[in-house]
């Protein structure tokens, strides 16, 4: 939509927060600040196999609210600031192994959920953090490395063994150009709760792997809170990268009168 087409809507429908309603914006700077906490996530019952993940935010609140509204309502326009705020957890995970090029591999949807909302949102947020991240000074691009097939059940109500069982064989490796030696290879998804689906993604990654030094590491737009106090469950260097991109993810909010 052109900018008269969006003024227009605006007119119709204004433009709330998808966080906390507050007329005006997309996210507003204090919803958008919490997306910008990133984090070493972990969950409950951490999963053999499951890599290193890093969180922008905490999915409880607004956070939910912003990411729900993106992946289930049909706001498009939250592309921008989520994936910038995943594009903030990769750079976090990535100044751990710095200098490597990253490549980012989208966990692929399945085939239910593709036809329910009719797009790929996780890679949608992986082409925004790929451009953030390169135009932040990081090496990065998008490798959708996996492809999904047959069907799983609604993970709802099961355990952690239940869910890892469910997802069994439902990745398989994609193919494309070969990994680069190197290369710092980055599962990207818009939350992680038991880490089943990350866990399973990894173990398919592996056999896609160049020889050699090719870590795997992983990053989400946000985690679900640890049990029984939601607090973060370690910090992350803020160098350069994460600077640029706090900033830029300020300037894809609008700013309240109070913060």
Same mark, same amino acid.
């Given at each position: 939509? @052109?900018? %008269? &087409?969006? +003024? /227009? !809507?605006?007119? *119709?429908?204004?433009?709330?927060?998808?966080?906390? $309603?507050? #007329?005006?914006?997309?996210?507003?700077?204090?919803?958008?600040?919490?997306?910008?906490?990133?984090?070493?996530?972990?969950?409950?019952?951490?999963?053999?196999?499951?890599?290193?993940?890093?969180?922008?935010?905490?999915?409880?609140?607004?956070?939910?609210?912003?990411?729900?509204?993106?992946?289930?309502?049909?706001?498009?326009?939250?592309? @921008?600031? %989520? &994936?910038? +705020? /995943? !594009?903030?957890? *990769?750079?976090?995970?990535?100044?751990?192994?710095? $200098?490597? #090029?990253?490549?980012?591999?989208?966990?692929?949807?399945?085939?239910?959920?593709?036809?329910?909302?009719?797009?790929?949102?996780?890679?949608?947020?992986?082409?925004?953090?790929?451009?953030?991240?390169?135009?932040?000074?990081?090496?990065?691009?998008?490798?959708?490395?996996?492809?999904?097939?047959?069907?799983?059940?609604?993970?709802?109500?099961?355990?952690?063994?239940?869910?890892? !069982?469910?997802?069994?064989?439902?990745?398989?490796?994609?193919?494309?150009?070969?990994?680069?030696?190197?290369?710092?290879?980055?599962?990207?998804?818009?939350?992680?709760?038991?880490?089943?689906?990350?866990?399973?993604?990894?173990?398919?990654?592996?056999?896609?792997?160049?020889?050699?030094?090719?870590?795997?590491?992983?990053?989400?737009?946000?985690?679900?809170?640890?049990?029984?106090?939601?607090?973060?469950?370690?910090?992350?260097?803020?160098?350069?990268?994460?600077?640029?991109?706090?900033?830029?993810?300020?300037?894809?909010?609008?700013?309240?009168?109070?913060?």
């Amino acid at each position: 939509m @052109g900018g %008269l &087409g969006a +003024a /227009l !809507a605006d007119l *119709v429908l204004p433009r709330t927060c998808a966080g906390c $309603g507050v #007329p005006g914006a997309v996210l507003c700077r204090r919803c958008a600040r919490l997306l910008a906490r990133p984090h070493v996530a972990t969950p409950r019952r951490v999963p053999a196999g499951l890599p290193p993940v890093v969180a922008a935010g905490v999915y409880a609140g607004p956070v939910r609210a912003a990411v729900l509204a993106f992946k289930e309502r049909g706001r498009a326009e939250l592309a @921008g600031p %989520l &994936g910038t +705020a /995943l !594009a903030l957890a *990769v750079a976090a995970g990535a100044a751990v192994l710095p $200098g490597r #090029p990253v490549l980012l591999v989208p966990v692929p949807p399945s085939r239910a959920s593709l036809r329910s909302r009719g797009r790929d949102h996780v890679r949608e947020l992986a082409g925004v953090a790929a451009a953030e991240l390169s135009a932040a000074g990081v090496a990065a691009r998008v490798a959708p490395l996996l492809a999904r097939t047959g069907r799983v059940r609604d993970s709802a109500g099961l355990s952690v063994a239940e869910r890892r !069982a469910n997802l069994a064989g439902t990745f398989v490796p994609r193919g494309g150009p070969a990994v680069p030696p190197g290369a710092l290879l980055v599962l990207v998804d818009d939350v992680l709760t038991s880490g089943a689906t990350l866990t399973e993604a990894a173990a398919v990654l592996a056999v896609t792997r160049a020889e050699g030094d090719t870590p795997v590491l992983a990053a989400a737009v946000a985690a679900t809170p640890r049990a029984p106090v939601p607090v973060v469950t370690g910090t992350v260097a803020d160098g350069a990268p994460q600077r640029g991109l706090r900033n830029r993810l300020d300037r894809l909010s609008t700013p309240l009168d109070s913060d």
